[in-house]
């Protein structure tokens, strides 16, 4: 097994370079770049889709170095030392490998410099926002767990049944519709949209939670989070449900389970006792990836919904202001951590049962 690991954790390096490779070139080919972001914020405008059509961010590069005969249309009119200032704060005037180089020589140092438009550190905004994205991560998994469980092994052991049969329909109508939908609906019906003002409409906590009681402060973060953990959770028990159906109806089926009914077991103790060690396998060792789905995919949407102050909403931000280091920070940190909890998850596999040997078949 631990050959197995490191030989998974030497694939990584090549595979993470690959990611920000594929990623940072097609950022640098895209129009629209922080240079023209800062200078449509000199003008007092915000970029219109027109201007990023018309020069990307080679485009305001070169007009700084021809002295100002820019390409870029929203830059005319301005000063081109002021131009060639922005360019090089920027770092735009070294050519894209040597960017791309000096920012992996930082990364691997977790140094991602600071945020273009924020002033801070990219570092410092993680670790602020981050707090967020895993509480609504832990939540979301826990509760989705809490509720795939018992319901796919009451669909395994009534499969069939009438009960089988709308439960599975529930479960296709969550599948089919995407979370976001589900978290628009809630706040149309729960949040003030049109029918009941129950619960708060965005942030984690109110105003005043730090002047309130610690009872009161924990029935306040409950309050704000209940609506973003329920559209999750109604996006994300699916795939999860019908795993441990599976998982029980294939260990149902098989001699050991037969052997301990002719024993005469009760039937609660064949489950409980003898079928739901192995038909958990599967589904415990798959935590790492759900985790890591609803943590880092699954609630980018549903932070911006609900304008939770998440890693999400950061990225978003980030993304429509061309804010780089934050963008290719967060992307480096999520694939990191993506690819991490991928060998936690194959390595749960060969603890949880020994039969598993991924060695045997190669990395």
């Given at each position: 097994?631990?050959?197995y690991?490191?030989?998974?954790?030497?694939?990584?390096?090549?595979?993470?370079?690959?990611?920000?490779?594929?990623?940072?070139?097609?950022?640098?080919a895209?129009?629209?770049?922080?240079?023209?972001q800062?200078?449509?914020?000199?003008?007092?405008n915000?970029v219109?889709?027109?201007?990023r059509?018309s020069?990307?961010q080679?485009?305001?590069?070169?007009?700084?170095?021809?002295?100002?005969?820019?390409?870029?249309?929203?830059?005319?009119?301005?000063?081109?030392a002021?131009?060639?200032?922005?360019?090089?704060q920027y770092?735009?005037?070294?050519?894209p490998l040597?960017?791309?180089?000096?920012?992996?020589?930082?990364?691997?140092?977790?140094?991602?410099?600071?945020?273009?438009f924020?002033?801070?550190?990219?570092v410092?905004?993680?670790?602020?926002?981050?707090?967020?994205?895993?509480s609504?991560?832990?939540?979301?998994?826990?509760?989705t767990?809490?509720?795939?469980?018992?319901?796919?092994?009451?669909?395994?052991?009534?499969?069939?049944?009438?009960?089988?049969?709308?439960?599975?329909?529930?479960?296709?109508?969550?599948?089919?519709?995407?979370?976001?939908?589900?978290?628009?609906?809630?706040?149309?019906?729960?949040?003030?949209?049109?029918?009941?003002s129950?619960?708060?409409?965005?942030g984690?906590?109110?105003?005043?939670?730090?002047?309130?009681?610690?009872?009161?402060?924990?029935?306040?973060?409950?309050w704000?989070?209940?609506?973003?953990?329920?559209?999750?959770?109604?996006?994300?028990?699916?795939?999860?449900?019908?795993?441990?159906?599976?998982?029980?109806?294939?260990?149902?089926?098989k001699?050991?389970?037969?052997?301990?009914?002719?024993?005469?077991?009760?039937?609660?103790?064949?489950?409980?006792?003898h079928?739901f060690?192995?038909?958990m396998?599967?589904?415990?060792?798959?935590?790492?990836?759900?985790?890591?789905?609803?943590?880092?995919?699954?609630?980018?949407?549903i932070?911006?919904?609900?304008?939770?102050?998440?890693?999400?909403?950061?990225?978003?931000?980030?993304a429509?202001?061309?804010?780089?280091?934050?963008m290719?920070a967060?992307?480096?940190?999520?694939?990191?951590?993506?690819?991490?909890?991928?060998?936690?998850?194959?390595?749960?596999?060969?603890l949880?049962?020994?039969?598993?040997?991924?060695?045997?078949r190669?990395?």
């Amino acid at each position: 097994m631990i050959a197995y690991a490191i030989r998974r954790i030497l694939l990584m390096i090549p595979t993470l370079f690959a990611i920000m490779v594929v990623n940072f070139f097609i950022i640098q080919a895209a129009p629209g770049g922080p240079v023209q972001q800062m200078i449509a914020k000199l003008r007092g405008n915000t970029v219109s889709a027109t201007e990023r059509v018309s020069g990307g961010q080679g485009d305001v590069a070169q007009g700084a170095q021809a002295g100002g005969d820019t390409q870029y249309r929203g830059a005319r009119g301005i000063d081109p030392a002021l131009i060639k200032q922005l360019v090089h704060q920027y770092g735009f005037d070294k050519p894209p490998l040597e960017r791309f180089a000096l920012m992996m020589k930082n990364y691997v140092r977790f140094d991602f410099g600071n945020s273009f438009f924020q002033d801070r550190s990219v570092v410092s905004l993680i670790c602020d926002k981050l707090p967020v994205s895993i509480s609504i991560g832990l939540w979301t998994t826990l509760f989705t767990y809490l509720v795939s469980i018992p319901l796919g092994i009451r669909k395994a052991v009534k499969d069939g049944s009438g009960f089988d049969v709308w439960t599975s329909t529930v479960i296709i109508v969550g599948y089919a519709v995407p979370s976001f939908l589900f978290a628009v609906l809630l706040i149309v019906l729960f949040a003030g949209g049109s029918y009941f003002s129950l619960f708060p409409l965005r942030g984690l906590v109110s105003d005043n939670w730090a002047s309130l009681s610690w009872p009161m402060r924990i029935v306040d973060y409950f309050w704000h989070i209940a609506l973003p953990i329920l559209s999750l959770v109604i996006g994300s028990f699916a795939t999860l449900t019908m795993l441990t159906k599976n998982c029980f109806l294939d260990e149902i089926n098989k001699q050991y389970v037969l052997t301990a009914r002719a024993k005469g077991l009760t039937e609660r103790r064949v489950l409980y006792g003898h079928v739901f060690r192995n038909a958990m396998l599967l589904v415990v060792a798959s935590f790492p990836a759900t985790l890591v789905s609803i943590l880092f995919t699954g609630s980018l949407l549903i932070e911006v919904i609900f304008s939770l102050d998440g890693l999400g909403l950061l990225g978003f931000e980030a993304a429509i202001n061309r804010d780089y280091p934050i963008m290719f920070a967060t992307l480096y940190v999520f694939t990191l951590i993506g690819l991490v909890l991928k060998l936690v998850s194959d390595l749960t596999y060969m603890l949880i049962d020994p039969r598993i040997d991924f060695a045997t078949r190669g990395a």
